[in-house]
Structures are given as structure tokens and as C-alpha cells.
């Protein structure tokens, strides 16, 4: 953590909304040249309330509302960016992200490239993404592949109110295009219920205590959230909690990796810590076929093979549309990394 040592560190407990409402504040205080825009931002306070209050102190020209227009909201962002400032724009749902997706890869991220470093995109993407809230099909999808695919972006997704702030700071301040996934079920605490009376809380309760000042987490830099000499579980956002829960319910000795951001991605942490146990479960809550997963599991085999003591596995979402009427089953849960831990202790 890199604290700016001109202010006051003082703490209070936040969720992320709540932090990342404070990474937003103490950016636009610090450097003029940072602006957000996006559906709903401005007066409303965005959709999650993640921008609330935030045109009230800085005005209309650093924080304002768009028309429903991705590909527009981006573009705009990109042009800025080329010019000096550095926009934090807010795509409302990271489903309705791919508008936008041809500006992202064919502008945003080659801009430097093409350019021959004379023009960049310093620009920062924020969208919530997965599911867990009842979101339905539209509201409810994992699309960090697709941009981890793209040359040129950075993708971020924080998994705790503390890396949340820090990780969103880092992201404004980077030279190049970064694209912060928000996981929605972590946004305001634990889950408490569904409709069938169901009590689901072993997303964790993310709460943390945060610095209220200025600070940033290093972009690819992952956080070992367990240590464990049995088998490695690989993991980011809401899975983190996740697949905690399902670790402490094993009483398997598992290291649990947080990776934090896939790109750039801490491939040292993964290597240290595979060699360490010779095991490795890959949790994302992505569609299996083509996630980010298949790309962790071939960097793994690649850099540990002779290390390996069984095969690497991975416990994804389905390879259907998100099902509203099914989340619970879809959405990964201990009850599918549970059985995946003693599986790679069995081999």
C-alpha cells in the first residue's frame, strides 16, 4: 500500500460502495483533471450510489450524466483521454459494456501503439458486473475474458472494500485504458436470504476498515488471503469469499490466492504457490468454457508441471445464459468447490 503521506491517515469501516465513493472523492480533490461521467452518475448518484453526492461537491463538470449511449460515453472518454484528462466513466452494467467493446479494443487499447506513444488513453472503465442479486440474464454477466483477451487493457476486480479504494485510485492514475469490474453481491454486505428462505451468507461479509485518505493498491499485485501447504485455490472478486467458505468447511490446509487483477496478473504468486503445495483449483464464477480459468490453468501447467501432484481444476458457472429462476444452482458455491478441494487431494 502506497499512503500519501501529506494527509492525515484516519479509518472508518466502509462497504464498497462506500469505498469506492471515497476512491472517486479523494481522486477528484487531487487532480483537476479527473472527471466522471455515465448513465445516472450525476444527480441520481449512479444506479448503486457508488457516485453519490459527488456533482453536489464538484459541479457539473466534473461529474455528469450521459445519454444511454455506450459506444458514445466511451469514445468521449477516449478523446479526452488523448487530450490530458483523465475520465472515470460508468457503464451501468458491465452486460451493456458491449456497445462499447469496438471502442475499447480498436481505439482505447491500441491508441498508444498506433500512435507511437504520442497519444494514450488514460482512461478508467467502472461497470458492476456478476451476479448473486437477482439480476436475470442482462444484469448478471462475468465478461472479464473477453477484455483480458485485449492487448492493451488492464482489467481489475477487487474482492474487499480495502483493495476496492486502493486498486480504483491506481486505476485513474495508470497511463493506459483499465476496465474495474464491481462485483454487485459484494456492494453493500453479505447476502441475507433469497425467496425460498434460503439463508445465503457465505459470500462473507465485506466490511473492512479503510483509510479515508489517499492510497493505492499496486495493479498486479495479488493478496494471499490463506496460507496452505495442501492445494492452491486460485480467485478473484466475490469468489474469494467463496471459496473461503468452502475451504474453512474442508478443513483442507488450502492457500488461497486473491489475484485482485487478471491483467496485469501475478503470475510469480501463482508459480510460488503451486510449486508450494503441487495442487491448484482455479474458482471464477464466469461460464467454465473459454473463462479466464482455462488461461490460468495453462500458465500453471506451463510454469509447474513437474511440481504438479494432480490434475489442475477449475469450478466455474454454467455454459448457459445466467437463469434467474436457477441462480443459486448457477452461481458457484461451496457446494461445487467443496467436493473440487477433496478432489485434488484424491488423485
Not at 179 to 186: G, W
Not at 226 to 252: C, N, Q
Not at 294 to 299: P, T, W
Request: aromatic residues 10%; hydrophobic residues 40%; negative net charge.
Amino acid at each position: 500500500m502506497a499512503l500519501d503521506t501529506g494527509n492525515t491517515v484516519s479509518v472508518r469501516t466502509m462497504n464498497m460502495i462506500q469505498a469506492l465513493n471515497s476512491a472517486l472523492d479523494v481522486t477528484l480533490a487531487h487532480d483537476p483533471d479527473t472527471l466522471i461521467f455515465g448513465e445516472d452518475v450525476g444527480y441520481f448518484g449512479g444506479v448503486f450510489r457508488v457516485t453519490d453526492k459527488l456533482q453536489e461537491k464538484y459541479g457539473l463538470t466534473r461529474c455528469f450524466d450521459t445519454p444511454i449511449s455506450e459506444g458514445g460515453i466511451i469514445a468521449t472518454a477516449i478523446g479526452m483521454g488523448a487530450y490530458g484528462l483523465r475520465p472515470v466513466v460508468e457503464i451501468q452494467f458491465a452486460d451493456y459494456i458491449l456497445p462499447a467493446y469496438d471502442q475499447l479494443v480498436s481505439e482505447a487499447a491500441r491508441l498508444r501503439y498506433r500512435s507511437n506513444g504520442q497519444f494514450w488513453a488514460p482512461i478508467t472503465v467502472r461497470s458492476p458486473y456478476g451476479g448473486g442479486i437477482f439480476g436475470g440474464q442482462t444484469h448478471s454477466q462475468s465478461p472479464e475474458a473477453i477484455f483480458a483477451h485485449i492487448t492493451g487493457l488492464k482489467t481489475v476486480i477487487p474482492s474487499n472494500p480495502y483493495d476496492a479504494k486502493g486498486l480504483l485510485i491506481a486505476a485513474i492514475e495508470c497511463d493506459d485504458p483499465v476496465i474495474f469490474l464491481e462485483p454487485k453481491r459484494l456492494y453493500n454486505g453479505p447476502f441475507e436470504g433469497r425467496p425460498d428462505g434460503q439463508v445465503k451468507t457465505w459470500a462473507g461479509h465485506p466490511m473492512a476498515e479503510v483509510p479515508e485518505g489517499r492510497y493505492t493498491v499496486p495493479l498486479g499485485k495479488a493478496a494471499t488471503v490463506r496460507e496452505g501447504g495442501d492445494v492452491t485455490v486460485l480467485a478473484y472478486g466475490t469468489m474469494v469469499h467463496v471459496a473461503l467458505s468452502a475451504i474453512e468447511e474442508t478443513g483442507i490446509d488450502a492457500e488461497l490466492i486473491d489475484l485482485r487483477s487478471i491483467v496485469p496478473l501475478d503470475i510469480d504468486a501463482i508459480v510460488a504457490s503451486v510449486k508450494k503445495t503441487g495442487r491448484c483449483l482455479i474458482v471464477h464464477e464466469a461460464s467454465k468454457y473459454a473463462g479466464f480459468g482455462g488461461e490460468l490453468s495453462a500458465l500453471v501447467q506451463e510454469r509447474c508441471f513437474y511440481h504438479l501432484k494432480s490434475a489442475v481444476r477449475r469450478v466455474g458457472g454454467w455454459d448457459t445464459p445466467y437463469p434467474h429462476a436457477f441462480e443459486w444452482d448457477y452461481f458457484p458455491g461451496p457446494s461445487r468447490i467443496v467436493p473440487a478441494l477433496r478432489a485434488c487431494l484424491e488423485d
